[in-house]
């Protein structure tokens, strides 16, 4: 049987002499593993279309289960991430993350849309790493089905919580005296508490359209990484070696 669809190449494994072990993120039968045979043979036509964090059409031939690649065709490379080292392990921590929260054989557009926008952003530069980060780790914890509630503090109903904080198990924002001690949380200011609901819920080709201060994006930062480590209960190597290269 053969099938044509559009993939997200999230990770790739050498398998053998010359093959890929390909992990897809595809927009019609969700996450997948298949084989590109011959893929790392020197004037392989499908090499450049079955790299990490490229975006391809791919016909694949399904036997007993199997996906094997038949033909392979580029239709995004993110090129600018292949200039720049701190980027592309930046877009691989992404593609870490996707494949940690999707499902075996369930699509999920808005997963692969958030995915194919970020890396987008990223290697065009469209803003700062930082930005894009943020608010990939927000969207993908809403998309997930870990959404915080940030409407209003639960204990006093505030909408605007004084000195708030991210409860990050319970998953809520409230007023800093109206912390009841139990759990970890992140401190926020009205203007990162802002981009945070802003992230929640903007339509997805204007999620990364917001303005904030050097400060704000900080504690923007640290909230949205830790309640994503926080609920996906692991760490990601990725994300440390981002983390390692900016620092030298």
Same mark, same amino acid.
């Given at each position: ?65 199997? +996906? ?173 070696? +981002? ?6």
């Amino acid at each position: 049987m053969f099938m044509t669809t559009n993939a997200l190449v999230l990770r790739e494994v050498r398998y053998k002499e010359a093959d890929r072990i390909l992990t897809l993120l595809t927009s019609t039968e969700g996450k997948i593993s298949v084989k590109a045979r011959g893929a790392l043979r020197k004037g392989s036509r499908m090499s450049a279309a079955t790299q990490q964090l490229t975006y391809s059409e791919l016909t694949l031939f399904g036997n007993r289960g199997k +996906w094997t690649v038949n033909e392979a065709v580029i239709k995004e490379p993110f090129t600018g991430l292949r200039e720049d080292i701190e980027n592309f392990a930046l877009g691989c921590y992404f593609a870490e993350c996707l494949e940690s929260l999707s499902v075996e054989d369930q699509p999920d557009a808005a997963l692969l849309q958030l995915g194919l926008n970020s890396l987008y952003a990223l290697s065009n530069k469209l803003y700062s790493p930082e930005q894009i980060k943020a608010a990939f780790e927000l969207r993908l914890m809403c998309i997930a089905g870990y959404e915080p509630e940030l409407k209003s503090c639960p204990a006093c109903g505030s909408t605007e919580p004084e000195q708030p904080i991210l409860k990050l198990s319970g998953g809520y924002v409230c007023c800093r005296r109206c912390d009841d001690g139990k759990g970890e949380y992140a401190r926020l200011c009205p203007d990162s508490l802002r981009a945070l609901r802003y992230i929640a819920s903007a339509p997805a080709k204007q999620l990364f359209s917001f303005r904030l201060s050097d400060e704000a994006l900080l504690r923007l930062g640290s909230a949205a990484e830790r309640y994503l480590l926080t609920h996906t209960e692991r760490q990601f190597q990725t994300l440390n070696y +981002w983390k390692n290269i900016r620092i030298k």
